[in-house]
């Protein structure tokens, strides 16, 4: 009877600890791809903190007050709010479901969303390449700076899952810095050491993405000038259609871009013929953006024709190259291919029968829909055969075939990352519930063609963001675009200008802030490579407007005008020790009623800004840096430069375009 009892006792035994360790095995705890050791919370907040599980309840214990919450699991969900204390750490987080999971190092300090296209995503290393990237990853030991990397994902509906790299936070060191975001980077360490409280980044950014694709669906809606293509991402239907008449739009535009094309007569490729005289041709050297080479921001058909010595004709030679964005190529009138795609590179074989020995000549015609354009590449641009390789780089002879200015507006459909709301679903909306201080924005360049509707999307998506993150005042501070392109010898329009207008306004916004760098631009590089003081900057207006810093943030900013006279009066705020950079005031022009702008002389008296010409008698308006790359140097005290500014409403270049 003894017996039995032991054995009854013992098997009784073992099947509790069966069902224990199954159950503990089954109520493995799940947390979202952001809560990982190394994270950082924000500080004296309430602070959600959430996951899933198959018990009936959970437990997280905190370190830094010993404090326990219990969470019930309702369809294997839970979710608490952590009270977070002055900034500090480590500390740890324990979560308990019957089996445990302790996430380590945490940081309790603050927390900074990075987002915007790729002047934000430019890493310190990789293809970024930033101003003394060697030296700033190998100074990057900073433990108390953590890292969380999103990756590129876009979705038709809104995400409860981030898709993170690298495991989730990483500690900022040498090893992690080199492809995160130099901007956010310079941005924290600069914060850091002046505050020396830890810092999150939050870093989710995608290049050549439109501002419309960052915002969601709802805000969108507000608007109504996506609404087709809003729809299209809900129903298959609605998409397919919207697809069909694109491609009919498109195929209708590409016949009147290839019919007005001076290269082409009666179907053929006339300016490709070996025996064309282009000797009224001018020449450029390639590979390079003809955007940077006395075609300043043209978009539309040029024609490049080079003539070459082949020693001997008995084999086929290649060409490799990249265009941007499409083009064709015929040797000795012969046609030999096509390729379509800026980043595509060119392979083409040229068969041995359409040359000969002696002089041969190459045609290239490209056509470029937006922003830089050409035949670029570095300098390996070599027609080779197994004998002989012959270098083109160098000058070519080149003639426009066809400005876009003189077409009809280009079909457009947003497709992929760059639908309407579709990478705000997929990379900003599972983060809504992460407790977060601001937002740093870097975004407009792909937006330039639309600047004017700029002027609505950009406060629509700051407003939107506050929506989704619950907080009506969050900080965000964002970028205004550089300086780029050509730059012009006479005042004009400028969608660049326009775009910067639209970023000034929406300082209109409350708590918002604005970092102007059109004096550390680059006119060849739509990615300058001076990120230090990119994100200095907004480390400045942070410093000033969060951390109650007294330091100097911004430029000059425009406030009013007066006129007396031949003489426009420019007032501004920011106007401490107002002055030019450098001797003579220089950037502003100067306009009359006929809307025709002059380059002005300028000077600065009782801390205001005086303008006049001599061929404006009447004047009605100023501008100042209204251009792509302008190159005006008025500024402060504080060093920084003033944004650009009109004093008119004239319609512009883009006010039509949506």
């Not at 900073?142 to 790299?165: C, D, F, G, N």
Request: net charge neutral; proline share 4%.
């Amino acid at each position: 009877m003894l017996m039995k009892k032991q054995f009854f006792k013992k098997t009784m035994l073992v099947l509790t600890l069966f069902m224990l360790s199954s159950n503990a095995i089954n109520a493995a705890v799940s947390l979202p791809s952001f809560f990982t050791d190394n994270m950082v919370l924000q500080q004296k907040s309430a602070v959600p903190f959430w996951g899933e599980s198959d018990a009936k309840s959970v437990t997280i214990t905190t370190s830094w007050d010993k404090k326990t919450y219990t969470s019930k699991v309702v369809n294997g969900k839970w979710n608490v709010v952590l009270k977070t204390p002055v900034y500090g750490g480590p500390f740890t987080i324990t979560i308990n479901d019957g089996a445990v999971k302790t996430l380590n190092n945490i940081l309790i300090g603050e927390v900074w969303l990075c987002s915007g296209q790729s002047n934000m995503e430019m890493p310190l290393e990789g293809w970024g390449k930033i101003d003394n990237y060697k030296e700033e990853i190998a100074n990057a030991n900073y433990p108390q700076i953590r890292l969380l990397q999103a990756e590129h994902i876009e979705s038709t509906l809104p995400l409860s899952t981030l898709k993170v790299q690298h495991d989730g936070w990483n500690v900022c060191s040498p090893k992690t810095i080199a492809d995160f975001s130099a901007t956010a980077y310079f941005f924290a360490r600069k914060i850091y050491k002046e505050k020396k409280i830890p810092i999150g980044l939050i870093h989710s950014s995608w290049g050549g993405t439109l501002i419309e694709a960052w915002t969601s669906s709802g805000a969108l809606s507000t608007i109504h000038d996506f609404d087709a293509q809003i729809q299209a991402m809900k129903s298959e239907v609605d998409a397919n259609a919207l697809l069909k008449k694109y491609n009919a739009d498109m195929a209708v535009w590409e016949k009147k871009v290839s019919d007005s094309d001076k290269g082409f007569g009666a179907g053929k490729a006339i300016w490709a013929a070996s025996n064309f005289d282009d000797s009224s041709w001018e020449t450029m050297k390639l590979p390079s953006f003809f955007d940077s080479n006395g075609l300043g921001n043209f978009d539309g058909i040029v024609w490049f024709r080079k003539k070459v010595t082949l020693t001997a004709n008995d084999t086929d030679f290649t060409l490799s190259y990249f265009a941007d964005d499409d083009d064709m190529i015929w040797v000795n009138g012969n046609y030999i291919g096509e390729t379509k795609g800026y980043n595509v590179e060119r392979h083409y074989t040229i068969p041995a029968k359409f040359l000969k020995k002696g002089e041969n000549t190459i045609t290239i015609r490209v056509f470029d829909g937006a922003g830089n354009g050409g035949v670029y590449g570095d300098e390996n641009f070599i027609l080779k055969s197994a004998k002989q390789s012959i270098p083109l780089a160098g000058n070519w002879k080149y003639k426009i075939g066809a400005d876009i200015k003189d077409l009809p507006v280009r079909p457009y459909l947003a497709q992929g990352q760059n639908r309407p709301s579709a990478i705000y679903n997929a990379m900003i909306a599972p983060l809504r519930d992460y407790k977060i201080k601001g937002v740093i924005w870097y975004q407009g360049e792909s937006n330039a063609e639309r600047a004017y509707q700029y002027q609505t999307l950009f406060p629509l998506l700051i407003n939107d963001w506050r929506d989704q993150f619950k907080d009506k005042n969050l900080p965000f501070f964002f970028v205004q675009l550089a300086n780029y392109k050509q730059q012009k010898q006479e005042p004009g329009d400028s969608d660049w200008a326009e775009l910067r207008e639209a970023q000034f306004k929406t300082l209109k916004v409350s708590n918002t802030g604005m970092a102007v760098t059109t004096d550390i631009g680059n006119g060849e590089d739509i990615h300058p490579k001076n990120k230090q003081d990119v994100g200095g900057r907004l480390a400045n207006i942070a410093l000033a407007k969060v951390y109650n810093v007294k330091i100097d943030y911004s430029g000059p900013l425009y406030k009013s005008y007066t006129i007396k006279g031949n003489t426009v009066i420019l007032d501004f705020d920011f106007n401490k020790n107002i002055k030019a950079r450098d001797d003579t005031l220089k950037g502003f022009s100067i306009a009359g009623s006929d809307q025709k702008f002059y380059w002005a002389e300028a000077k600065i008296v009782n801390g205001k800004v005086e303008v006049h010409s001599e061929k404006v008698p009447n004047p009605v308006a100023v501008r100042y840096n209204w251009a792509d790359n302008p190159d005006g140097n008025l500024t402060n005290a504080s060093g920084l430069p003033a944004s650009s500014f009109r004093t008119d409403v004239w319609a512009g270049i883009t006010q039509e375009k949506k």
